[in-house]
């Protein structure tokens, strides 16, 4: 099971941090993901991280604002989100997929429900 949390409304340039608490099982072998998807538009890679080696991946629009990672105690994988624009508003969900550096949403196998991002210009 996973749990999103951590969205909200922000101004344009503010940051959130979003986080994903993993209950219910083990994902030792899994690629960990966060996606969005604005209103009217398809769901879309935002980053992911390896739960164990803790390599990441993000999508161009994200590079250099956002990071992912996770702690392997607390069970959580987080997206800090810096220097927010408009066009990052969105429903932001966490995700996992067996594997390693996967970032096909198709290839995600558990979904946790959204959590709202609106950035206000």
């Known amino acids: 099971q996973l749990q999103a949390y951590g969205g909200g409304l922000v101004q344009a340039g503010g940051s959130l941090r979003l986080s994903c608490v993993v209950s219910?099982?083990?994902?030792?072998?899994?690629?960990m993901g966060w996606f969005r998807q604005a209103p009217g538009k398809e769901r879309e890679f935002v980053a992911a991280i390896n739960w164990n080696g803790g390599s990441t991946y993000y999508a161009d629009s994200v590079k250099g604002r956002f990071t992912i990672f996770r702690d392997k105690v607390k069970n959580t994988v987080s997206l800090q989100t810096n220097s927010l624009k408009p066009e990052d508003t969105a429903i932001y969900y966490c995700?996992?997929?067996w594997g390693l550096g996967v970032v096909a949403s198709n290839q995600y196998n558990y979904w946790g429900q959204g959590t709202q991002v609106t950035v206000s210009s």
């Open positions: 995700a996992a997929a």
């Open positions: 219910g099982r083990t994902f030792t072998t899994y690629t």
